[in-house]
């Protein structure tokens, strides 16, 4: 089963960019799709972005749609976040769907059987 740790996280102000990673180890990355997920204090984990297996599809929380922009190459996942708001405050995590014959995108928690381990992602005004 693939493990995956992010980076990249941390304190920036509103108007800025950060650019996370996803790395990807111990199993056939390239067959599953990715997702990010954000989970804010007190809150439940919300998709963020999911990129399927050769990046043919990919699709957006209506919240970072022309914000963010997410990315895989044979390495891992990437999350390019431009005009952060505080709202964006969260911790984010990556995540593998290990489902080969899923025909839809999978965009909920359940869809993901592989996380990591999340990195801080802090927004001050």
């Known amino acids: 089963q693939v493990q995956l740790e992010e980076s990249g996280g941390g304190l920036v102000h509103s108007g800025d960019s950060l650019r996370l990673s996803c790395a990807a180890s111990?199993?056939?990355?390239?067959?599953?799709?990715m997702g990010w997920f954000r989970q804010r204090a007190g809150q439940e984990r919300e998709f963020v972005a999911t990129?399927?297996?050769?990046?043919?599809k990919i699709v957006y929380a209506d919240s970072v749609k022309g914000r963010f922009t997410v990315s895989r190459d044979n390495a891992g996942m990437y999350l390019q976040m431009n005009g952060l708001k505080p709202e964006d405050t969260a911790v984010y995590y990556c995540?593998?769907?290990?489902?080969?014959?899923?025909?839809?995108?999978?965009?909920?928690?359940?869809?993901?059987?592989?996380w990591g381990q999340g990195t801080q992602v802090t927004v001050s005004s």
């Open positions: 995540a593998a769907d290990h489902s080969i014959y899923r025909t839809s995108v999978p965009t909920r928690p359940a869809d993901f059987s592989s």
């Open positions: 990129i399927t297996r050769i990046g043919q």
């Open positions: 111990g199993g056939t990355f390239s067959l599953y799709a």
